[in-house]
C-alpha cells in the first residue's frame, strides 16, 4: 500500500499563509492525491484532491510535485476555523496517516 | 437525508458485551469504508465494500470484528466480545459512483468499553 508521511504539527498566525506538505514516495502513476480535514469532535471532510496538476478551489490549493513523490496544501489565509488535523491520502484506498495538527494563532 | 449517517452516536458497553455499529450511506453511493479512530489518532482502515462485495478486510484487528453489506446500502459493523481496547470512535465514510472523488464521512459512533 502506498504511504505518506506528514509533519505532526504546525503552527500558524490567523491570516499568514500555511503550507502543510506531505510525502507519498511510493504513489502509483495513478494515484490521486486527496486530503482531508479533521474538526475535534468531527469526521474528516474533503478539501481537495488532485493527480497531476496544481488544483485550486474555495478552501485551498494543492500543489503537486512534478515527480508526484511530494504535494503540499496550501491555506492561502489561515483563520481560526482552519485550526484541525489535516490527512493526505492515496488512491481509492483511503488510507490515512497520522496526519498534521494545524494551530492557528490570533 | 443528505449525508453519511451513524447511530448510535455513542454506545458504552460492558467488557464482554457484543455491539452493532449502523451505517446509513449517501443513496447510490457505491463505495463504503469503515474506520477505527483512537483518542489522538488518525483513522486506522478497517474494511471496505464496494455495493454488497467485502473488498478488503485486512484492517480487521481480530476475528471479534465483522461487517456487513447485505444490500449494498446499509453497512453494520459488529464487534464480538468487546474488548476495552476496542475503545474508539468508528467511522463511516462513503463515495460515489466515480473514481477519485470526495468521501463523505459520518459523525462516528464513540465507542467506550467500561
Known amino acids: 500500500d502506498a504511504k505518506t508521511t506528514q509533519p505532526n504539527s504546525m503552527e500558524s498566525n490567523e491570516e499568514e499563509p500555511v503550507h502543510l506538505p506531505c510525502n507519498h514516495s511510493?504513489?502509483?502513476?495513478?494515484?490521486?492525491i486527496h486530503w482531508y480535514r479533521q474538526l475535534p469532535s468531527q469526521g474528516p471532510e474533503y478539501v481537495i484532491h488532485?493527480?497531476?496538476s496544481n488544483v485550486n478551489n474555495r478552501m485551498a490549493s494543492l500543489a503537486i510535485a512534478e515527480d508526484r513523490k511530494s504535494s503540499t496544501l496550501i491555506l492561502h489565509r489561515a483563520t481560526l476555523r482552519d485550526a484541525a488535523v489535516y490527512y493526505c491520502?492515496?488512491?481509492?484506498?483511503?488510507?490515512f496517516g497520522a496526519g498534521t495538527r494545524l494551530t492557528v494563532k490570533p | 437525508g443528505a449525508g453519511v449517517s451513524q447511530s448510535p452516536r455513542y454506545k458504552v458497553a460492558k467488557r464482554g458485551q457484543d455491539v452493532a455499529l449502523r451505517c446509513d450511506p449517501i443513496s447510490g453511493h457505491v463505495s463504503l469504508f469503515w474506520y477505527q479512530q483512537a483518542l489522538g489518532q488518525g483513522p486506522e482502515f478497517l474494511t471496505y465494500f464496494q455495493n454488497e462485495a467485502q473488498l478488503d478486510k485486512s484492517g480487521l484487528p481480530s476475528d471479534r470484528f465483522f461487517a456487513e453489506r447485505p444490500e449494498g446500502s446499509v453497512s453494520t459493523l459488529k464487534i464480538q466480545r468487546t474488548q476495552q481496547e476496542d475503545s474508539a470512535v468508528y467511522l463511516c465514510a462513503t463515495l460515489g459512483p466515480f473514481s477519485n472523488t470526495e468521501a463523505f464521512f459520518g459523525q462516528g459512533t464513540r465507542l467506550t468499553v467500561v
Open positions: 488532485g493527480l497531476t
Open positions: 511510493t504513489i502509483s502513476g495513478t494515484d490521486y
Open positions: 491520502a492515496l488512491g481509492g484506498d483511503m488510507r
